[in-house]
């Protein structure tokens, strides 16, 4: 079973598309988050859930939005996507909200925008 | 500023040579946390090790140690008699306690490690 699982896996779409990307974790974990590594590798946070309840919100443009129908189910919605959007967003979890937890990676959705 | 700092963006070692990842970090809460994940080349992140800002115990598990340095503000990760399968990016990520308590990593850039036959 995997425990954290992202669909689709790669996404490949026109510019000014919205599209979804899916998230759920059969963990049992109270939170979610969603990152984004761009061609660099480098990897930054985007959001975080709670109990369905958002907790951590970066510097992200509007388009992008988060939902959360329940606490393993963590959605992201990006809309009129721009060539900058072209990266591999992850998905993770932990146990809990606070810092020592660990968190566990989804295998990520290779988005490219054309 | 950046909190995590992985200065090796790339290294590559012969099998069964030892390798050191370098992972400096700054911050100011005097509880923290330090993480190291691996990002094989099929690209799944998986989680390494842990440790707290009150833990300088260095951590050995199998062929991997970790060396927690607070003074120098460092929690550098050694592979020894590194193997082909170790070939993935290391990451290096920080999460603050302090003020804040949610669980916001700040990852370093990542070293490649390139181990060869």
């Known amino acids: 079973d995997t425990a954290v699982s992202q669909t689709p896996k790669y996404l490949v779409t026109q510019m000014g598309n919205d599209k979804s990307i899916k998230c759920e974790q059969n963990?049992?974990?109270?939170?979610m988050y969603w990152y984004k590594q761009d061609s660099k590798k480098f990897l930054k946070i985007m959001f975080s859930?709670?109990?369905?309840?958002?907790?951590i919100n970066e510097t992200v443009p509007n388009r992008f939005s988060p939902k959360s129908p329940d606490k393993a189910h963590l959605n992201l919605h990006i809309n009129s996507l721009e060539l900058g959007d072209s990266a591999v967003y992850f998905c993770a979890s932990s146990q809990k909200r606070e810092s020592y937890n660990e968190q566990f990676f989804g295998p990520g959705t290779r988005l490219t925008v054309l | 500023a950046q909190k995590v700092t992985q200065a090796q963006t790339e290294i590559s070692v012969v099998e069964k040579e030892d390798v050191t990842l370098d992972c400096v970090y700054e911050t100011r809460d005097t509880t923290y946390y330090l993480f190291w994940y691996k990002q094989p080349p099929s690209g799944e992140l998986v989680f390494l090790i842990r440790r707290n800002s009150f833990d300088e115990q260095n951590e050995i598990s199998g062929r991997y140690s970790w060396n927690f340095q607070k003074s120098t503000s460092s929690f550098n990760f050694t592979i020894t008699a590194s193997q082909v399968v170790d070939s993935a990016v290391y990451f290096c990520a920080l999460s603050e306690a302090d003020s804040y308590n949610f669980n916001k990593f700040y990852f370093g850039s990542g070293t490649k490690l390139n181990v060869k036959p």
């Open positions: 859930y709670n109990n369905k309840e958002l907790i």
């Open positions: 963990l049992g974990h109270d939170t």
